[in-house]
């Protein structure tokens, strides 16, 4: 009969896999929520929603998430690439963080002015996901994939390596 590791408050002790996939469930949650409603605004607006990809090999202090190394986490790769012969440069392209969101100008514009109380509201809510993706990931940054129907992937490490955040659309034609 196994006997199951008990931590010393006498209750089984999770397991490194479940308490991974804990913190990984409470990211989800906390992304899903603050990203509720709001959509990224261009051609046609889209949500955002949930992602979580496994690197290839874990994450040290010296190493940086790269547009071909993240091209490969999401099943594209290099040889691919070549084969197809798409220019990385052409499918991929690497921004910022302080630049996504929109501002409460941009808002204004299309909304009911700089007073506009909703608008206040809608500003401080992206501004309030964008704190909540810096604290919860390391390194982040955006990777749009695509030409017309670009995936916009804001994207950091968490928990030991692995890639998560949000992706949305963003229509340019």
């Keep these: 009969m196994a006997s199951t590791k008990k931590n010393v408050s006498g209750t089984p002790a999770k397991s490194s896999n479940t308490t991974k996939a ?60 070549n084969d197809l012969k798409i220019p990385i440069d052409e499918l991929i392209e690497e921004r910022s963080l302080d630049d996504f969101f929109p501002t409460l100008e941009y808002l204004a514009e299309s909304g ?4 506009d109380p ?11 996901l964008e704190k909540l993706l810096k604290k919860r990931l390391q390194e982040v940054k955006i990777f749009r994939v695509g030409a017309v129907d670009v995936r916009c992937y804001i994207a950091g490490f968490f928990n030991e390596g692995n890639i998560a955040g949000l992706v949305t659309i963003s229509i340019e034609t």
Excluded: W
């Design 112 to 115: 009911g002015g700089l007073n």
């Design 118 to 128: 909703d608008v206040i509201a809608l500003s401080r809510r992206y501004r309030k």
């Design 22 to 81: 804990t913190a990984l469930s409470k990211l989800c949650y906390e992304l899903e929520k603050a990203s509720a409603d709001l959509t990224y605004q261009s051609e046609s607006d889209y949500p955002y929603q949930f992602f979580a990809l496994q690197q290839r090999s874990l994450h040290e202090e010296s190493d940086k998430l790269t547009p071909l190394e993240f091209l490969g986490c999401i099943g594209l790769s290099e040889e691919l690439m």
